[in-house]
């Protein structure tokens, strides 16, 4: 038996000395050496005695070793599992021991806190930094650069990424090797990404975006990445000449248009800029068109089905749409009541199916029979229509998520912390328009009768628990929140009040 999705990912450019990752930093790694690399990680991982199936957990900064652990995850038949640096180590605590992770290599300047949380879940716990230091940086060092690929089928489990729900506790949702491997083939094909192809990397790579969708589509076509650790537009714009095409979420894009330094002549050898994991403005879209005659090219996705829907390679590809749906992806809009499948032009739940689509959210069995159909088909809990010329558009969400600079906050996890702060009768938390992060989050706060809640404490308080991207960047404090006749919290009028909060 072959390990499907190493063999099409990894195994095929084994000896190649073509460039891969080009650093920062001047260095350029071949696919060759990359292997290497991650064929040593993966004897350090089997050192640590994990075997075929176990979570890896892995909480550090991006890196050519980080990237070389997803490889090496992959050719021992481990599970992957990345989380965000920003995390604190209670969010983290809850990953590892809800995944039952064997391994939890993390950040050597965060080790104490990280240590106990391995200790807790019976994990075993190892350190690792974007230098290369750490514990099993040590372990790898001597490995052999060649490992025999543990053999997997496509419907094994790859990686696990979790993603909050409306009632606040994350959901591991399990990626089989086919998921990850026919989105990333099928995108290839659609924007005809070759081995010429030079792609700026600059998103994490513990989210879709950056390394299923960004990283899976470059290592099939063979080309390379400009691997940077985040997002630098001056960075961006200093690698633009040597590169071929970009993908990143919006704010990428508003960012470079604030640039002065950002015109058409440097992006004239460009073949594609790719938007996704939240709205593009139309506006943004246009700006973009008028400064640099490229059009972007929006698509749309999830963690738990990839890519769905992309606009065009040829072809029109439309403001304020995504797209169609990819070929292997059957699209439906549905009556979000009765999930009745709606006509043409009619908003509603849109609901996808394919061989993107995941296998469930792990030991979580009622929570994947309420979004996953025993048909295949996956409820997005995004509305939107598909219009006369057969375009996909996104109206709004069925589910109370705010995307602040494409990274996903989930009001009711905050929400829970804040009504047991004190002299808070309860809250509410709202996403609100951001120029720069398209949306961010903000707070209202309903004050117990007499009471005056402190928005500085409180926002330290929580910053002790949840990652900082996930914090208020506003808190507001009044008497009552808004009720409708059915006594229920009105979030649309309260978005509708705060609407200008962020502008100036
Ligand atoms: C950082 N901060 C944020 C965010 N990022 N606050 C709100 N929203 C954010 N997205 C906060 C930090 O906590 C810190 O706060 C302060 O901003 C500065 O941090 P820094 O890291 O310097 O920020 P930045 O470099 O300006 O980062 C903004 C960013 C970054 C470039 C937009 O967040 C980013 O690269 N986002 C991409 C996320 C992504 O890849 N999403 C894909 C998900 P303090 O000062 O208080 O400490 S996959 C997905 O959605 C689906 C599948 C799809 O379709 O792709
Ligand atoms: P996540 O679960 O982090 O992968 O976030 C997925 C969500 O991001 C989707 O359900 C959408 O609400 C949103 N999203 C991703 N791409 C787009 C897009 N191009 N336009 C609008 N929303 C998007």
């Given at each position: 038996m072959t390990n499907v999705l190493y063999d099409a990912l990894f195994g095929q450019h084994a000896g190649r000395e073509t460039p891969f990752l080009h650093l920062i930093n001047g260095e350029t790694l071949t696919h060759a050496a990359f292997l290497e690399r991650a064929a040593q990680l993966a004897h350090a991982l089997t050192a640590c005695e994990l075997t075929a199936g176990d979570r890896v957990a892995l909480q550090i900064d991006k890196s050519a070793d980080a990237l070389a652990l997803y490889a090496a995850c992959v050719q021992a038949g481990l599970v992957f599992l990345p989380l965000n640096p920003a995390y604190t180590a209670h969010e983290v605590d809850y990953f590892v021991s809800n995944s039952g992770a064997k391994l939890l290599i993390g950040d050597p300047a965060k080790a104490d806190s990280l240590r106990s949380v391995a200790k807790a879940a019976g994990a075993v716990f190892e350190t690792l930094d974007a230098q290369g230091n750490g514990s099993f940086a040590a372990r790898a060092a001597d490995q052999h650069r060649s490992f025999k690929t543990v053999p997997r089928s496509g419907d094994d489990l790859a990686a696990f990424l979790y993603t909050s729900g409306t009632t606040g506790r994350s959901k591991g949702a399990m990626m089989t090797q086919t998921n990850l491997l026919s989105n990333a083939r099928t995108l290839t094909d659609l924007w005809q990404f070759t081995s010429?192809?030079?792609?700026?990397?600059?998103l994490p790579i513990f989210h879709t975006h950056g390394l299923f969708v960004a990283t899976n589509v470059m290592l099939l076509s063979g080309g390379a990445m400009i691997f940077m650790p985040k997002l630098d537009v001056d960075?961006?714009?200093?690698?633009?000449?040597?590169?071929?095409?970009?993908?990143?979420?919006?704010?990428?894009?508003?960012?470079?248009?604030?640039?002065?330094?950002?015109?058409?002549?440097?992006?004239?050898?460009?073949?594609?800029?790719?938007?996704?994991?939240?709205?593009l403005l139309a506006e943004t879209h246009k700006l973009f068109e008028a400064r640099t005659g490229h059009r972007i090219l929006e698509r749309y996705g999830m963690t738990e089905t990839n890519m769905n829907t992309s606009n065009p390679f040829d072809g029109m590809r439309r403001a304020g749409t995504v797209g169609f749906p990819l070929p292997d992806v059957e699209l439906?809009?549905?009556?979000?009541?009765?999930?009745?499948?709606?006509?043409?032009?009619?908003?509603?739940?849109?609901?996808?199916?394919?061989?993107?689509?995941?296998?469930?959210?792990?030991?979580?069995?009622?929570?994947?029979?309420?979004?996953?159909?025993?048909?295949?088909?996956?409820?997005?809990?995004?509305?939107?229509?598909?219009?006369?010329?057969?375009?996909?558009?996104?109206?709004?969400?069925?589910?109370?998520?705010?995307?602040?600079?494409?990274?996903?906050?989930?009001?009711?996890?905050?929400?829970?912390?804040?009504?047991?702060?004190?002299?808070?009768?309860?809250?509410?938390?709202?996403?609100?328009?951001?120029?720069d992060l398209g949306e961010a989050p903000v707070a209202v706060l309903a004050r117990q009768k007499g009471a005056n809640p402190d928005p500085d404490a409180i926002l330290e308080t929580l910053a002790i628990q949840l990652a900082r991207f996930k914090c208020p960047r506003k808190v507001i404090v009044v008497d009552a929140l808004p009720r409708n006749t059915m006594g229920k919290v009105q979030k649309n009028v309260m978005r509708q009040t705060y609407a200008k909060v962020f502008k100036a």
């Open positions: 010429k192809d030079v792609l700026l990397h600059a960075q961006l714009i200093e690698h633009m000449p040597r590169a071929t095409s970009l993908m990143g979420v919006p704010t990428y894009y508003t960012r470079l248009l604030d640039h002065p330094d950002f015109t058409a002549d440097l992006t004239k050898h460009m073949r594609l800029f790719i938007s996704g994991s939240a709205p439906k809009v549905t009556d979000p009541e009765t999930g009745e499948t709606l006509s043409q032009g009619e908003i509603g739940m849109i609901e996808v199916r394919g061989p993107n689509v995941f296998k469930g959210y792990w030991q979580m069995p009622e929570k994947t029979a309420a979004e996953l159909r025993s048909d295949g088909y996956f409820i997005t809990g995004d509305l939107g229509l598909i219009d006369d010329q057969g375009y996909v558009q996104i109206v709004g969400r069925g589910k109370d998520l705010i995307i602040s600079g494409g990274y996903n906050i989930y009001p009711k996890e905050l929400e829970v912390i804040l009504d047991d702060m004190p002299g808070v009768l309860e809250s509410a938390v709202i996403g609100l328009p951001h120029a």
